[in-house]
């Protein structure tokens, strides 16, 4: 992506050349080609099992739910095999410069939602294992995404090398860019589809505008109110979210084994806990709505299981409707790899980490203590938001987002990390982007070991996916 809205700082004043000059040097010490380097270690922890260690703090009910999605695909495995790679990465060489980390930057973890302002914007969308870390990390994360997706699709083989590398690129490219640029522009930028639309437009078939323009109409009515329509249904005594189990199970339906009085009471007095963590002002609109319902809700692939509700809250009546997410935020996957971060709550992690690593926020953010000392937190259910498909994409878009997601991911590091520093150790050539097209092509190679293994266990009755 272009970066022609930075502001280059004169060379004169230029404080970050000594920094430059540190990441330099440390190619000495880390050379850009060991990122490229994986081979299974004989005493790799078994992977099946590192997924049945996280079903233990999950509902019982929707583990199965959480193993079915897994066993989709192997991209929809390595979705949910963050904990195993957690683990894989702690082996990798890194060079000390640390940044926040999304910890979890696969390429279904970007995506469109809706600015305070209204605007369409492209982030990084999912921190729930955000924290402190190697910014390296997260690269392979990504890189490692667009190979897998690329199998996924059957493309050829110089095709699945290419992806990668040219999310690598784009992340180098852009890191550079952020390096010569006045800190409030690195902090201020983003991407809005505007500006993805005018980047791309020469590139574009006229079938593809058009179906971008369906894709933000729809983007731009994913709402509250549109999701009241397809949600919420009249009961007795008004207006309640309908009963989907298992995906969407009211509190009102869970029996009294699986804790729904606790729930009932948990809910209330968690919305109060909640209001006291967001900034004075969103308090004051949010004390205008009025608690109707809530609802257990699986989502994602990695985090079904845990402790998920949705909260339907009222404003003036029906057509002014709000619908927030509360989601349990357990210790990050990185947290047995790396030192303790800034923060005891795992939901003020998640939130604070959001807000370090996106350039615009949730206005809704927030976070509390459950009444059985879980942890969680609160964002806008439906709020204009919109992900890229991935499935059977031609390989010139899925290029495309490549681009979009290593300058993305670039922005979001450059926010934290010694910018300069991570620019020097870079540098201008490719030797960076063809080490991680290497570490792609060979860690999509072990996740479909991984998946082979999961898929066998399910077959052998080890993990359960349900009837």
Partial sequence: MRSGLLRQRPKEADVGDGARERGRELRGAVQRSSHGEWATPVDRPDPVATV???????????????????????????????????????????TGLDAQICGDAHLSNFGVYGSPERDLVFDVNDFDETSPGPWEWDVKRLVASFAIAARHNAYPDDQQR????????????AVRAFASAAYTDVWYAHLDVEQIADAFRDQLTAKERRRGERFVRRTRSATSLRAFDALVERGPDGYRIAAQPPLLVPVRDLSASQGRDALVEAVHAELEAYLASVPDHIAVLLRRYRYL?????????????????????????????????????????????LPPGPYRHHGRRVVEGQRLMQAVSDSFLGWNEGT?????????????????????????????????????????????????????????????????????????????????????????????AGA
């Fill in 52 to 94: 049945l260690a996280q079903d233990r703090t999950r509902l019982p009910f929707l583990v199965p739910v959480r193993h079915t999605r897994m066993a989709q695909s192997e991209l929809a495995f390595y979705r949910g095999a963050a904990a195993i790679m957690a683990a894989d990465l702690a082996r990798t060489p890194v």
């Fill in 162 to 173: 290419e992806l990668p590398r040219l999310a690598a690129a784009a992340y180098r490219e």
């Fill in 293 to 337: 319902d809530a609802a257990l809700k699986a989502v994602g692939v990695g985090s079904v299981g845990t402790r998920c509700f949705v909260v339907l809250l009222e404003g003036r009546d029906e057509h002014d409707p709000l619908f927030l997410q509360v989601k349990e935020a357990g210790r990050s996957v990185l947290e047995d790899h």
């Fill in 372 to 464: 059985a000392g879980t942890h969680y937190y609160w964002r806008q259910l439906k709020d204009m938001k919109g992900s890229f498909e991935v499935e059977g994409v031609a390989p010139e878009a899925l290029a495309r987002y490549a681009r979009l997601c290593g300058w993305t991911l670039a922005r979001a590091h450059a926010r934290s990390g010694d910018v300069d520093a991570i620019a020097g150790y870079l540098g201008s050539g490719n030797a960076f982007d063809a080490a991680m097209a290497r570490f792609a092509s060979a860690y999509a190679e072990q996740n479909a070991a991984d998946f082979a293994a999961f898929t066998e266990a399910i077959a052998s009755g080890r993990v359960d």
